[in-house]
């Protein structure tokens, strides 16, 4: 049984920078964010397999750094020059596919609220 623990997050104007943490337990190939905003369906952010390899929303390219430590165990999401567009409840996920639609553990969720 894999087991998320979500840090992070949190209120923030326009432009600026938050960072999200996830820890798991158990063994699992792929990380990834979701985010969910109000009256919308959840979308998938970033993700990074155990090899490093990173895929990215469009919504986010060249804004947003999904990273990993050494051991796998926690994964990052670093939000930078954000939107009030990026508002939304994020979910740290987890799977043994590097798909959008093959995440099976899921975390509690974080806030990020933009204002502009």
């Known amino acids: 049984q894999v087991q998320l623990v979500e840090s992070g997050g949190g209120s923030v104007q326009a432009g600026g920078s938050l960072r999200l943490s996830c820890a798991a337990s158990g063994y699992i190939y792929c990380m990834g964010w979701f985010r969910q905003a109000p009256g919308k369906e959840r979308e998938g952010v970033a993700n990074?397999?155990?090899?490093?390899?990173?895929t990215y929303a469009d919504s986010v390219k060249d804004r947003f750094t999904i990273s990993q430590d050494n051991a796998g165990s926690t994964m990052y999401l670093q939000m930078n020059r954000l939107k009030p567009e990026d508002t939304a409840t994020y979910y740290c996920a987890a799977g043994f596919q590097c798909r959008w639609e093959s995440f099976d553990y899921w975390g509690q969720g974080r806030q990020v609220t933009v204002s502009s």
């Open positions: 990074i397999d155990k090899f490093h390899r990173t």
